[in-house]
């Protein structure tokens, strides 16, 4: 069954941390994989995404993900968080013949000063 | 700035009352999306539409309907709201290159209509 998990519901840093969060995904052909973010009341937003070629993609806002295909793991990650950084997070995967998502159930980002 | 906009961005409405919210898009996207979310979940997809070609989730209830009278513009009616009906319905876009040879495309979302059933 095509799925995303995301093992931590919610993390908590320090401004200034480093960050990972984690998605492994389960899929059954080449997977196209996206990282989204969503602040409060708002709706989500494409940070990056992974559809070939260098495994070390770069997002905005200072993210970056690493697919790592052995693992089925597409972690985000930004060396230095900012208060701005405090939201949910969302790991994505599509692939070939499907125009639709499977998301993760999220990972919800507490920074503190 | 190219974009997808939902209206209104709050709205309440009565059990059983008949609801319709917007979506509008000036990205020129083919493919329009409806998403269900509820509080600390992720997204859950009720319909989508390739050009007018209308692609209904199999669990998606019957109360639920959607039209898409041009590429602009896509509307959810829920038909008869019940409490558990209550949450955040976000709208998306994208641009698909084939319906015979689709790929996942980038979706672009809307800030969302929260929705509260009194």
């Known amino acids: 069954a095509q799925s995303v998990t995301q093992p931590d519901i919610h993390i908590t840093v320090s401004e200034g941390a480093s960050l990972e969060l984690r998605c492994n995904y389960s899929?059954?052909?080449?997977?196209?994989l996206f990282w989204y973010v969503q602040s409060p009341g708002q709706g989500l937003q494409l940070l990056l995404k992974?559809?070939?070629?260098?495994?070390l993609v770069q997002g905005i806002k200072g993210f970056e993900a690493e697919f790592k295909r052995s693992q089925s793991s597409f972690n985000l990650r930004k060396p230095s968080v900012h208060w701005s950084d405090a939201a949910e997070y969302f790991c994505?995967?599509?692939?070939?013949?499907?125009?639709?998502?499977?998301f993760g159930t999220g990972t919800r980002l507490q920074v503190f000063p | 700035d190219a974009m997808v906009i939902q209206n209104p961005r709050y709205q309440v409405t009565q059990f059983g009352k008949p609801v319709t919210l917007s979506c509008s898009q000036t990205?020129?996207?083919?493919?329009m999306y409806w998403y269900q979310q509820k509080s600390s979940q992720a997204p859950k997809l009720l319909f989508h539409?390739?050009?007018?070609?209308?692609?209904n989730e199999a669990d998606t209830p019957d109360n639920f309907q959607s039209r898409r009278p041009n590429t602009s513009f896509c509307f959810l009616d829920i038909r008869s709201p019940g409490l558990g009906d209550a949450a955040m319905y976000l709208c998306?876009?994208?641009?698909?290159?084939?319906?015979?040879?689709?790929?996942?495309?980038?979706?672009?979302f809307g800030d969302g209509t929260r929705l509260s059933i009194l």
């Open positions: 998306a876009t994208s641009r698909e290159l084939t319906a015979s040879t689709a790929v996942t495309q980038p979706q672009h």
């Open positions: 899929y059954g052909a080449t997977p196209y």
């Open positions: 992974y559809f070939s070629g260098d495994t």
């Open positions: 994505a995967v599509g692939g070939y013949n499907t125009d639709k998502l499977i």
């Open positions: 990205l020129n996207h083919n493919v």
């Open positions: 539409y390739y050009d007018k070609d209308f692609n």
